[in-house]
């Protein structure tokens, strides 16, 4: 590439790529030293924390750091929705011996009837013993009340 446009001056653009590639090279040293450190205090860490051990030390453990948390227990809903939702079933099912989510949440009111919180209930009851999944027809499932949901309900 010339150095030179066809004014004969020097070309603005070759000048900027040199800072740039300069920059670049600043950083990945940077980075690299940076890198070297933390492997450093990490070595140290672990000689510290052997030193404690021999002696009989606890370690403290680790907070933990920061970021998105795993959610636990019912996959975020909660057991009053569930019920509510098995209460839904089992009177849709007196009348229907299949039905798909999408009809459960036509029954539901407004702020239950997010597919999402559907779904986690439906696995729920699932895994439950409560619904199980009958057939399915490309995307949709069909869903079934198990014998033991139905001999529950006639109980009722």
């Known amino acids: 590439m010339s150095a030179t446009n066809g004014n004969g001056a020097d070309d603005p653009t070759l000048s900027i790529i040199a800072q740039l590639r300069d920059l670049r090279s600043e950083q990945i040293d940077a980075l690299a030293e940076h890198d070297a450190k933390r492997q450093a205090y990490a070595s140290a860490l672990k000689a510290t924390e052997k030193a404690l051990q021999a002696l009989g030390d606890e370690i403290p453990q680790q907070q933990s750091k920061p970021g998105r948390k795993r959610k636990t227990g019912n996959g975020g809903i909660s057991a009053e929705r569930v019920s509510f939702i098995r209460e839904t079933v089992l009177s849709y099912a007196a009348s229907h011996e299949e ?11 407004d702020d239950m009837s997010k597919s999402s919180i559907v779904a986690m209930a439906f696995e729920q009851l699932r895994q439950e013993g409560t619904v199980r999944l ?23």
């Open 99 to 109: 039905f798909r989510q999408v009809d459960i949440r036509a029954c539901l009111p």
């Open 134 to 156: 009958a057939r399915q027809d490309g995307n949709n499932k069909f869903f079934r009340l198990t014998p033991q949901a139905l001999a529950s309900a006639a109980n009722e």
